[in-house]
């Protein structure tokens, strides 16, 4: 829906696109109107099919049947890896990563990370553990594979920044422990799990 404007993976994998990756992060930045605002934003309102989670979102940018390697149970190249490559790209250079920006970094051993890992998604090295800052959002870009390969998924995961790049605003106080331990909290109960079309109980 809207105009195509990361269109990678070539024809073949169009037809499995949802949704614009970067016409929904130009949407969650309108949103946010370039300010901080403690307001979580109305997800549905960015007229995109969205995961609402409350506090925290996952728009589905695609969804394939998965290419399962033919020796041992590794995934194949997939359908997605062109259209997820050309996205990061356009994501580095609107959002940090060129020459007077810098992409951050998503461990995946632990954290939202490991989430996403444990997940399905596919860590092929860097610069999948990128992730982008908006206002007080953290983006993650997600290529995953469900845990029985039948499903390939491209999605775009907008959390709260302490989640995914914890900054301490008065180290050592006891409200700036209580905000980490409400972050780590929140972090570990949400569910980065999702399904297109969404089952009747949330996605």
Known sequence: MGALTEAGGGADSERYRISDGLSVL????RALGGRHSDRTPAWAEFGFPVID??????FPLAVAPAQVAAV?????????????????????????????????ELAVEDGYGRKLVEAGAVVDGTPWECLWCIE??????????DRRQA???????????????????????????SRYRRAVRERDAADVVWSWPPRAAGG
């Open 53 to 58: 989670r409350g506090k925290y979102a996952i």
């Open 26 to 29: 130009f949407a969650l930045q």
């Open 72 to 104: 041992g149970d590794g995934v194949g190249a997939g359908l997605l890896v062109e259209m997820a490559d050309r996205l990061r790209r356009d994501c580095v250079h609107l959002f940090g990563g060129d020459f007077f920006h810098r992409e951050l």
């Open 151 to 177: 499903q390939e998924t491209l999605a775009l995961h907008i959390v709260p920044k302490d989640w995914v790049h914890y900054r301490p605003f008065g180290p050592g106080t006891k409200r700036e422990a």
């Open 136 to 145: 007080r959002f953290g983006v993650v870009l997600a290529h995953s594979v």
